[in-house]
């Protein structure tokens, strides 16, 4: 992933953990030029979906996560046990695993009496802080069995984001489904310019909208109509998040990512969408995915890329 892409403005925050993971994301930008015979399609978004399949069964994607818990100020016990601040999983964990302390932004995890966990691959003996995942080092990775967890930052929110090696989400996958690989909507698309620098204002599913300031949009042409889309990013490719008339029915309900071309030399810029995909909310309800803002909720329908997935969210 290019995370540099969309990691810009207060943007980054909501987009920059999830969408420049190395798990479950598939690769960036058409790798084949103008000039690609039908054929040469075939081959590249075969490849793309090949990737897109094995980065989602890695075990530490996003096919993997169980739950997603905000911290209160002060204590937060967590484990099993209904009566925990964090309650985990049943039999994933002991009843009582410890405390997880939130001073501020600062995380703290004090393992339970006996209770074995391991933090950034050694094991933790006492009371041990906790990187957040806007770090610039990223996240402490926790380790309990087959648990992992560590803590993320939303704006003012801090919580933990748990994920299980052995979820049935991830050990019951069997792929995605796509819309037939069409030419058709590989689109050479045009990066117009504003006269003067506008906010892209983007909501999330925590309810919260981030602000970017952007130069200019993306310009194409379906069925002789023109439509235009926001971007996020610079011109060595723009990340798109979009809606269109086929979500909520063939594909999932809170629109889809789309990562473009590099803009040429002349403005244009390719937009395949048979490279569009699910945001991670498509799989589970833990994950803090961005929604496609009001400008660029298409009213087409956008035939095209990836389905939803069968236990969609």
């Known amino acids: 992933m290019k995370c540099s892409k969309i990691a810009t403005a207060s943007l980054s925050i909501v987009v920059l953990a999830m969408a420049c993971s190395p798990a479950g994301e598939p690769p960036v930008g058409p790798a084949f030029p103008a000039s690609a015979t039908a054929s040469d399609l075939v081959s590249e978004i075969n490849l793309w979906r090949a990737e897109r399949d094995a980065s989602l069964r890695k075990i530490d994607g996003w096919l993997s996560l169980v739950g997603l818990f905000w911290l209160e100020e ?8 209904e009566g925990n601040a964090v309650v985990f999983p049943a039999d994933t964990i002991d009843a009582y695993a410890g405390i997880l302390v939130r001073e501020g932004r600062k995380v ?43 803590a993320i930052e939303r704006g003012d929110m801090i919580g933990i984001r748990l994920k299980d090696r052995e979820s049935p989400v991830l050990t019951g996958f069997t792929g995605m489904e796509y819309f037939p690989i069409d030419a058709s909507w590989r689109l050479t698309a045009r990066y117009e310019l504003f006269d003067q620098p506008r906010i892209l204002r983007t909501p999330n599913v925590l ?24 971007p996020s990013g610079d011109s060595e490719g723009f990340f798109l998040v979009f809606g269109d008339g086929t979500n909520g029915s063939e594909t999932y309900g809170g629109g889809r990512f789309l990562y473009t071309g590099p803009v ?5 810029v390719i937009v395949d969408f048979n490279k569009a995909y699910s945001p991670p909310c498509v799989f589970t309800p833990h994950a803090t995915c961005p929604l496609p803002p009001a400008e660029n909720k298409l009213p087409i329908r956008i035939e ?10």
Request: hydrophobic fraction near 35%; avoid cysteine; charged fraction near 20%.
């Open 74 to 81: 002060g204590d937060n016990s967590f484990g099993s046990a």
């Open 108 to 150: 703290t995890v004090l393992p339970g009496a006996g209770v074995a966990l391991a933090a950034g691959g050694s094991p933790v003996s006492g009371a041990t802080e906790l990187s957040l995942d806007t770090s610039g080092e990223g996240p402490t990775i926790v380790e309990a069995g087959s648990l992992v967890f560590y």
């Open 207 to 230: 309810g919260t909208v981030s602000e970017e300031e952007i130069a200019g949009e993306v310009v194409f042409e379906v069925g002789g109509e023109s439509y235009r889309l926001l």
């Open 264 to 268: 040429e030399a002349d403005g244009s």
């Open 304 to 313: 095209a890329g990836e389905k939803t997935f069968g236990g969609a969210h």
